[in-house]
């Protein structure tokens, strides 16, 4: 599985960025795709789950402002970022939790190679 986030840049706060993440390779074997963001400095950090039905779930710090989707062939989540505000600023990154069962089971994390987003205030 190979993961590429796209869509971060400067934005003023108070605006809106969408971040998307594509997979390509074996995605009917992902079970759910995660978004993280790391600040200078700071410990990487949840920032919102889907799952393969689509159920979703956020971190307290963007609920309200970010909805993750999901599109119909399940290959490309987005992360749409509302009311921006300046501690939002890091490297936004999407993860997949992959698990596939068959004669063996293998469960691996795939990583994209994350995207940055500055919010000015």
């Known amino acids: 599985v190979q993961l590429v986030e796209s869509g971060g840049g400067l934005m003023q706060a108070g605006g809106s960025l969408r971040l998307s993440c594509a997979a390509s390779?074996?995605?009917?074997?992902?079970?759910?795709i995660e978004w993280y963001r790391q600040s200078s400095g700071k410990e990487r950090e949840l920032v919102g789950k889907i799952t393969s039905s689509r159920s979703t779930n956020y971190a307290d710090s963007v609920k309200g402002r970010f909805t993750i989707s999901m599109d119909n062939a399940g290959s490309t989540v987005y992360l749409q970022m509302n009311r921006l505000k300046p501690v939002d600023t890091a490297v936004y990154y999407c993860?997949?939790?992959?698990?596939?069962?068959?004669?063996?089971?293998?469960?691996?994390?795939?990583w994209g190679q994350g995207t940055l987003v500055t919010v000015s205030s």
């Open positions: 993860a997949a939790d992959y698990l596939e069962l068959g004669s063996e089971t293998v469960a691996a994390r795939y």
């Open positions: 390779g074996s995605v009917s074997s992902i079970r759910a």
